[in-house]
């Protein structure tokens, strides 16, 4: 059984950062892509961004590319998403999720377990 725990959501104003993290458990971490997702009220979940097993190749979203920055620390077992330059429209709950151990997907399909999922609100 694999499980996610997300956290370092928040509140916070246009422009500031946040970096979230998602400790992973009963898989060997290293072996499988690792994304991140998000979910906006009313809308359907979302790709934000994905990392293959290395870290040597990332993928993003255009709405967050130069933005937002994926790594992975594989000796903790732990994926995280470095948020600058925070608008509005990147209010939503994000979560990560474990991918194949193929390459990585857009797809939230192709990914099969998922965190809980945390909160990041951004006022203007």
């Known amino acids: 059984q694999v499980q996610l725990v997300e956290s370092g959501g928040g509140l916070v104003q246009a422009g500031d950062s946040l970096r979230l993290s998602c400790a992973a458990s009963?898989?060997?971490?290293?072996?499988?892509?690792m994304g991140w997702f998000r979910q906006a009220p009313g809308k359907e979940r979302e790709f934000v961004a994905a990392i293959r097993q290395s870290g040597g190749s990332t993928y993003y979203a255009d709405s967050v590319k130069g933005r937002f920055t994926i790594s992975r620390d594989n000796a903790k077992n732990t994926v995280y998403l470095q948020m600058n330059n925070l608008k509005p429209e990147d209010t939503a709950v994000y979560y990560c999720?474990?991918?194949?151990?193929?390459?990585?997907?857009?797809?939230?399909?192709?990914?099969?377990?998922w965190g809980q999922g945390t909160q990041v609100t951004v006022s203007s």
């Open positions: 999720a474990v991918g194949s151990e193929a390459g990585a997907s857009r797809w939230a399909g192709d990914y099969d377990y």
């Open positions: 009963g898989r060997t971490f290293s072996r499988y892509v």
